[in-house]
């Protein structure tokens, strides 16, 4: 099993710095594609777990405010309609316009089940499910366009002299990188104490607390490619790693409940395209925020 993993994170770690350099249209591209197989995978999870969600509305539900996530971040890229559509509902916006019209169709679809409990559920559930991945995901692709204070997403930073753009989404998948190669190499080698054995039973204290010694490393790592002040990764570190075990934590529950391991199988040696982005899910909105009310940059 660890062989199969190492060998696929060789595969995709490459591919994925790659688009994330490339930036523009392909990160949107690929979130797009992320964000259907993480639905269709949610969708058989919430089915599993006896939910019962609409599954043809939920994904389609979900893919249109993945649609509207991406179309207001890169608002700056996009003319004709999308750009009058983004005029016209500003405000509440084009992303709270959408996942108010998806949250009133789940409402619709549950009307048809003769138990108003069962009913109930299923819309409480199916909204959850299109906020979840349709959210919280496309909030990559914010990072990615985050920029300093007078300049944009293209303007070179650090370092290396990166976009900033591209420097804050490595700061993302560097940190949530080092909080899972820390926390895991940390719980095999260390592990004694269960963090939430109700929930994950492989997750340790020492893990966690390994995870993030290494993510405050990749924050200062990050941090120069941005050419943030060296303190910054000192609150980036921790505040990014916990979420991302956070995010870990929120998608093991959901598996519990559904009496899964693992999400899916699309990906050999660490299950599905969902156990993949759930760090991701948690990890970029907090980024996303530190940046905006802290680290003083605009999106």
């Not at 797009?32 to 939920?58: I, K, N, R, T």
């Not at 179309?71 to 309609?81: D, F, Q, S």
């Not at 409402?107 to 919280?136: E, K, N, Q």
């Not at 290494?214 to 941090?223: D, M, P, Q």
């Amino acid at each position: 099993m660890l062989r199969t993993r190492l060998l696929s994170g060789f595969v995709l770690a490459p591919l994925i710095v790659a688009i994330i350099v490339l930036g523009e249209p392909w990160l949107s591209l690929l979130i797009g594609v992320v964000a259907f197989l993480a639905l269709v995978e949610l969708v058989a999870l919430l089915d599993a777990a006896g939910y019962e969600p609409p599954q043809v509305l939920s994904i389609v539900g979900g893919m249109a405010l993945t649609g509207a996530g991406l179309v207001a971040a890169n608002a700056e890229g996009v003319g004709g309609l999308l750009t009058t559509l983004l005029a016209a509902l500003d405000p509440p916006g084009l992303v709270g316009a959408t996942l108010v019209a998806a949250v009133l169709l789940m409402a619709a679809a549950a009307f048809t089940r003769s138990d108003p409990r069962a009913g109930f559920v299923t819309w409480s559930m199916s909204s959850f499910g299109i906020a979840y991945v349709g959210l919280l995901l496309p909030m990559i692709v914010l990072v990615a366009h985050l920029a300093p204070a007078g300049g944009s997403w293209t303007t070179q930073v650090g370092l290396l002299g990166l976009r900033s753009g591209v420097a804050w989404t490595l700061m993302l998948v560097l940190v949530v990188w080092g909080y899972d190669v820390g926390a895991y190499l940390t719980g095999r080698l260390m592990g004694r104490r269960r963090l939430l054995d109700h929930i994950s039973p492989s997750k340790t204290v020492e893990g966690l607390a390994g995870g993030l010694v290494l993510a405050t490393v990749a924050a200062g790592i990050g941090a120069a490619l941005i050419g943030l002040e060296p303190w910054h990764p000192l609150v980036i570190g921790p505040l990014v790693g916990l979420s991302a075990q956070a995010g870990d934590l929120a998608e093991s529950m959901l598996k519990r409940a559904a009496g899964r391991k693992e999400s899916g199988f699309l990906v050999p040696g660490h299950g599905g395209i969902l156990d993949r982005v759930d760090s991701f899910l948690f990890a970029a909105p907090v980024l996303a925020g530190y940046a905006l009310l802290v680290a003083g940059r605009v999106a």
